[in-house]
C-alpha cells in the first residue's frame, strides 16, 4: 500500500566509481520512469519501462547511464565511471499504465553527489 | 528545446497575496499537467487538463488549459505560507512516437515562497 520508494535517499561517491540506484514502484503499476532534476529546476526524462522492457531510452545521456527493470516490478538506475556533471537528484516515478493521463506517482529521488 | 517555458521562474511575496503562474509552449499538447514540489521530495500532481478552454479549481488554486491547447496557467488566489514550493508544469511529449505514451516533458518550474 506504500508509495514509490527509492534508495539510497542519499549517495556521495568520488568521479569515475560506479553507482547504483533503486526504484520500488507501486505495487501493480506496470509503467516506470526515471527523472533527473538538477537543483530547483525541472525534471529531465531518462528511461521508461512498461512492464520490463524499455520502449523509450531517448534521454539517457551517455552510455556510461543503464538501467533495467526485473520481475515487472524493481528498477536499477546504474551509473558508470561517474562524473561531476551527474550530481543531480534522480527521481522514480510508476503508473498503472502508459496511457498519457495516467498519474505518475514519484518517489522522494536519490541525491546523487559526485566529488 | 524548451518545449515549455514556465514564468516566473522566481515568486517571493507576502500572505494573502494572489499570484499567476504561467506555462507556454509553441506546440499543441493533447493535456497539461501541474504538480507541486517540495525539498526533499518527489513532486504531488496537482490537476490534469485535458480540453482546451477548461477551468479547474482546487480550493485557492484555479488552472487553465488555453483555448489552442498550447498554455496553461495557475492562479493561486490568497496565499498562504504552506503554499510555499517548486510548481511545475507538464505534458506529454506531442512528437513522441507510439511507444513515447506517458513520457512527461517538464517546465522549469516556479519557485514560490510566501512570507508570513
Known amino acids: 500500500g506504500a508509495g514509490v520508494s527509492q534508495s539510497p535517499s542519499n549517495k556521495v561517491t568520488e568521479k569515475g566509481k560506479d553507482v547504483e540506484l533503486r526504484c520500488d514502484p507501486i505495487?501493480?503499476?506496470?509503467?516506470l520512469y526515471w527523472y533527473r532534476q538538477s537543483l530547483g529546476q525541472g525534471l529531465e526524462f531518462l528511461i521508461y519501462?512498461?512492464?520490463?522492457?524499455?520502449?523509450?531510452k531517448s534521454g539517457l545521456p551517455s552510455d556510461r547511464f543503464s538501467a533495467e527493470r526485473t520481475g515487472g516490478s524493481v528498477s536499477t538506475l546504474t551509473i558508470q565511471r561517474t562524473q561531476q556533471e551527474d550530481s543531480a537528484v534522480y527521481l522514480c516515478?510508476?503508473?498503472?499504465?502508459?496511457?498519457?493521463?495516467?498519474?505518475?506517482?514519484f518517489g522522494p529521488g536519490t541525491r546523487l553527489t559526485v566529488l | 528545446t524548451q518545449l515549455l517555458e514556465q514564468s516566473p521562474q522566481f515568486l517571493s511575496i507576502q500572505e494573502g497575496e494572489n499570484l499567476t503562474v504561467y506555462c507556454n509552449s509553441s506546440?499543441?499538447?493533447?493535456?497539461l499537467q501541474w504538480y507541486r514540489q517540495e525539498p526533499g521530495e518527489g513532486p504531488v500532481l496537482l490537476v490534469t487538463?485535458?480540453?482546451?478552454?477548461e477551468v479547474k479549481k482546487l480550493k485557492r488554486l484555479t488552472f487553465q488549459f488555453g483555448d489552442a491547447r498550447k498554455d496553461s496557467s495557475l492562479h493561486i488566489t490568497a496565499a498562504q505560507p504552506g503554499d510555499t514550493g517548486l510548481y511545475l508544469c507538464?505534458?506529454?511529449?506531442?512528437?513522441?512516437?507510439?511507444?513515447?505514451?506517458?513520457?512527461?516533458?517538464f517546465g522549469q518550474g516556479t519557485i514560490l515562497t510566501v512570507h508570513p
Open positions: 505495487s501493480g503499476h506496470t509503467a
Open positions: 507538464a505534458g506529454v511529449d506531442p512528437n513522441a512516437g507510439g511507444t513515447s505514451y506517458g513520457k512527461l516533458t
Open positions: 487538463v485535458v480540453t482546451g478552454g
Open positions: 516515478a510508476s503508473s498503472l499504465g502508459v496511457v498519457s493521463t495516467d498519474t505518475q506517482y
Open positions: 506546440s499543441v499538447f493533447s493535456s
Open positions: 519501462f512498461q512492464g520490463n522492457s524499455a520502449p523509450d
